[in-house]
């Protein structure tokens, strides 16, 4: 069993590197990959400690970066990476996440001001090291009930992660924050990867909403991938098949992962998931690495 991607506390997970490491055996993986959001300090800590002593599966060096199209936030997983070249480039590419945390913040505010939404702007706390801001702010919302007119659906009021995806990430939400100056295009996250002497996946492609089957068209026409994440927490049976038909009709190479974040994702544990994952090792047969 493998899991291609998790997160540490040198991003938006809980657990620190060797946490996960201990996790990972005790969930009797033969194969992680750490993949940070715009980081790769987790490798930087592996070149210091023993990490047999905590796993004893293989580790395939990953990264995910956050990247737009026509507008939406989009990430892309990038494997068997430089990461010691990404450690130089990312922090010249992108903001810190604390950083990135407070922009988005303070333009989610800013909307939700201009929407009429009842808060008390002025005594919002968030620490943006440690709390995202759409969890904490949502959490203010919710506790004046006024405020569910302003949302389309019960899931993206009563869930900050489908609050994430289907309101601060949709160009179609009245909650949508613009990132296309924020991020880099697609195509530059590619040339990154590539450069690096990495592998592009798309990962998760159908947590995007509506636009899921929008964006994979736009992808699969205009860029030169290298696979997608067909194995994932959240998809279902029947999205699972499709990505791994398409995958083999175009010889592309498949991944999969459970988005493992600790604490900041409840119910998704390390390589099950929810306990719908239990991800082949032999995908991993073509990847030459």
């Known amino acids: 069993m493998i899991d291609l991607h998790t997160h540490t506390t040198y991003s938006d997970g809980t657990d620190n590197l060797i946490t996960l490491l201990k996790k990972a055996e005790k969930a009797n993986l033969n194969t992680l990959s750490i993949t940070d959001h715009v980081t790769c300090k987790a490798y930087d800590e592996l070149k210091y400690i023993d990490a047999k ?6 580790i395939i060096k990953g990264c995910e970066l956050y990247s737009t ?20 480039i990312l922090p010249k590419l992108y903001f810190s996440e604390a950083e990135d945390n407070k922009w988005q913040s303070e333009r989610l505010l800013k909307i939700c001001k ?7 702007y002025d005594n919002i706390n968030i620490n943006y090291d440690t709390e995202f801001c759409g969890d904490v702010i949502l959490n203010e919302i919710v506790k004046t009930p006024e405020n569910k007119k302003f949302f389309d659906d019960e899931k993206s009021w009563n869930d900050s992660n489908v609050f994430y995806r289907t309101c601060m990430t949709n160009s179609k939400s009245k909650f949508f924050i613009d990132k296309s100056s924020f991020y880099p295009t697609i195509d530059k996250v590619i040339d990154l990867i590539k450069s690096a002497g990495g592998l592009v996946f798309v990962p ?13 068209d736009i992808l699969t026409k205009n860029y030169k991938l290298d696979g997608f994440e067909c194995y994932y927490s959240l998809f279902s049976n029947e999205q699972n098949k499709f990505l791994l038909d398409y995958c083999k009709q175009n010889n592309l190479l498949v991944s999969g992962g ?10 998704i544990s390390l390589g099950v998931g929810k ?10 047969n073509n990847w030459n690495l």
């Open 69 to 88: 199209i026509e507008g939406q936030t989009m990430e892309l997983l990038g494997y068997n990476i430089d990461t010691d070249m990404f450690n130089e």
């Open 114 to 120: 201009n929407m009429g939404i009842i808060l008390d």
């Open 258 to 267: 459970t988005d493992y974040h600790g604490r900041n994702k409840p119910g």
């Open 275 to 284: 306990g719908n994952l239990d991800i082949p090792d032999n995908i991993l």
């Open 53 to 58: 002593q905590y796993f004893s599966g293989k």
């Open 204 to 216: 998760h492609i159908f947590i995007y909403g509506e636009n899921s089957m929008k964006f994979f």
